[in-house]
């Protein structure tokens, strides 16, 4: 069987529903008309919960798809944000776009430290009596840095907020969110996973659970039927006396 991935933390709300709600309308099912005689429905759900990693293994590939299609769907952030900003959707894994995301964050960095650099060293030969004749081109090239510098952060700025506002749209809002509808493609996948979860991992594990002979029951043995230890009363009787 395949190994399925832990369940997301957002998942995780999901399942719980899920078993919840099956064990809420057990008594619409035959196959679990059992629940109550030895576990009842608190003691299955806790068995449940324990046993999530083994039920959900019983969906595997439908999770795993479920999961990847909805992280197709998420708002892209950081670099992908910079990536869509400078080759626009969908071109955040082209090499050009990569070195575009290096240059559009070094050049202000870079464009900053020759700005303070040039400044404060052409300003220190102005202070000279008489001042050097390359302290002006130092200075007019540590003002053009600055205006470099400006321009980037400025470019820079503006790119990530139009991109952010632009991909909105992309966000995947939480299945429980007031009137947040998940896309058609996600929402398919989601009803995809939760019916394989449903029919192959959590009923086939309540069955067993309430079939199953070595299934514990739900309260300790009595103390009366509990095994105790063998031994055998001392002798207390003396020796038979010797006949003659």
Known sequence: MKKAPHLLPEDRADYERLLDE?????SE???????GQRLNSEQLRTMALDASALISAAAATEYDHFVRVREEHRRPTGVSVMASVLGGPGDETTPGAGFGVVVTVLAPILAGTAAVIFLLVGYVLKMLDPPPDFAEPLLAAGWFFAAVTAAGLLAATAGILVTALRNRSTEVPAPDEPGGDLPDEISRAREAWRHALLERGILPFLREALTEPGTPAPSPEPLDRLPRPGFTSPDLTGPEPRSD
Request: charged share 25%; hydrophobic share 40%.
């Open 29 to 35: 099912r035959p196959d679990l008309a059992g629940i």
């Open 22 to 26: 099956t064990l809420r309308n057990a």
